[in-house]
Nanobody, 124 residues
Framework: QVQLVESGGGWVQAGGSLRLSCAASGDTFSRYVMGWFRQTPGMEREFVAAVSGSGNGGWKYYGDSVKGRFSISRDNAKNTENLQMNTLKPEDTAVYFC???????????????WGQGTQVTVSS
């Protein structure tokens, strides 16, 4: 497993941008699928985006609600992943979690390492 720490959350007006970062430590970062999920109170954790490990060529995939607005990236040399969020909407308001998985997927139970979460608030 890897240990994950998110940063970069905050408050932004609708239409604005934020960039989230996730720093990893503890295991071979490059072999993990790295993802982002988000959650609002009383709701299930929602898949946002993921990028595969070096063994699968860094393939990127996104949840339907963020496709075309968010962009995920990773830097295996620095053990980091980032989520660039553009054209933010009030419905993007949530706690965002960085996560790592040994396999491709978009279900939370497939990810076995999680960060503590960072709040993103988008005002209208």
């Amino acid at each position: 497993q890897v240990q994950l720490v998110e940063s970069g959350g905050g408050w932004v007006q609708a239409g604005g941008s934020l960039r989230l970062s996730c720093a990893a430590s503890g295991d071979t970062f490059s072999r993990y699928v790295m993802g982002w999920f988000r959650q609002t109170p009383g709701m299930e954790r929602e898949f946002v985006a993921a990028v595969s490990g070096s063994g699968n060529g860094g393939w990127k995939y996104y949840g339907d609600s963020v496709k075309g607005r968010f962009s995920i990236s990773r830097d295996n040399a620095k053990n980091t992943e980032n989520l660039q969020m553009n054209t933010l909407k009030p419905e993007d308001t949530a706690v965002y979690f960085c996560a790592a998985s040994p396999t491709l997927g978009r279900r939370p139970e497939q990810f076995d390492s999680w960060g503590q979460g960072t709040q993103v608030t988008v005002s209208s």
